[in-house]
Structures are given as C-alpha cells and as structure tokens.
Nanobody, 115 residues
Framework: QVQLVESGGGLVQPGGSLRLSCAAS????????MGWYRQAPGKQRELVAT???????NYADSVKGRFTISRDNAKNTVYLQMNSLKPEDTDVYYC?????????WGKGTLVTVSS
C-alpha cells in the first residue's frame, strides 16, 4: 500500500507564492511517476504537473512559467512551487503516485487565491 500526505495549502493573495509538499510512504519506488492534479467543485480533476519515471516533466499550459515541480527521492517527497498565483488557481490540489498500473491519491490540500 501507498500513503500520500499533502501539505502547504492555504490562503494567499494574487501574485503570491505557496509551496506544496507531498510525502509518500509505504511500498514506494523512488523512480515511479508522481505529480499534482487539481480540482474545483463540480469540475473534472485536471493535471497540473507531473514527473514521469523517465524524469520527464510536464506542466499544464495554464501554469507553465509559474509553477515548478521537483522531487526528493531520498525523502519520497514531491514538491510544487507555485509563484505568481492567480484567483483561477484556487482549487484543491491532489498529489498522486503511480505504480504497476495503480494510481494512488492523497486527500488533497486547498489553495485559495484571493485578496
């Protein structure tokens, strides 16, 4: 089993920054895919940023140049540095970990961008 715990969400003003963390525990292999999705009420979950097992990084067009995903394999933790935040970035952010055809999800952390 895999457990994912997100942290770092909160309230921030437009233009501000937040750093999300996701700590993985359990049956973890450090080179498996991890990343972040987000979801607003009544909407589909959408990709934000991912790190593939190959190390290739992908971002949603809406966050390119503002968000940076990184990973600390020694700590089994993935991070999402979010800069220049906009009100439309307000969502619940979910961490995921992929292994052997199964996607594991954290419970999510709320990010609210508002003045």
């Amino acid at each position: 089993q895999v457990q994912l715990v997100e942290s770092g969400g909160g309230l921030v003003q437009p233009g501000g920054s937040l750093r999300l963390s996701c700590a993985a525990s359990g049956s973890i292999f450090s080179n498996n895919a991890m990343g972040w999705y987000r979801q607003a009420p009544g909407k589909q979950r959408e990709l934000v940023a991912t790190i593939a097992s190959s190390g290739v990084i992908n971002y949603a067009d809406s966050v390119k140049g503002r968000f940076t995903i990184s990973r600390d394999n020694a700590k089994n933790t993935v991070y999402l540095q979010m800069n220049s935040l906009k009100p439309e970035d307000t969502d619940v952010y979910y961490c995921y970990y992929w292994r052997a055809g199964v996607t594991y999800w954290g419970k999510g952390t709320l990010v609210t961008v508002s003045s």
